[in-house]
């Protein structure tokens, strides 16, 4: 994955979640491992402890996120 498409992809995935959310939640996705860039990074965290409850919803946004990624990379 291309250092541009990680930047989108955290993008979309902090997007999602401030929507799905409605702005609760301190938590929010990073790169991991935390503190990496973009062109270092290997996946995604959240960007400190969370609950149960924060981390199902994260859960859920990035798995929506990731196929929406999966299923544009198909196409084009």
């Given at each position: 994955?291309?250092?541009?498409i990680k930047k ?46 924060v981390l199902a ?20």
């Open positions: 994955m291309s250092k541009t989108r992809y955290l993008k979309a995935l902090n997007r999602h979640l401030k929507k799905e959310s409605a702005g609760k939640f301190d938590t929010v996705f990073v790169f991991y491992p935390p503190g990496a860039k973009a062109k270092d990074a290997t996946g995604v965290t959240a960007s400190g402890s969370a609950d149960v409850q919803v994260m859960e859920a946004v990035q798995a929506r996120v990731f196929a929406k990624f999966e299923d544009s990379a198909k196409l084009g």
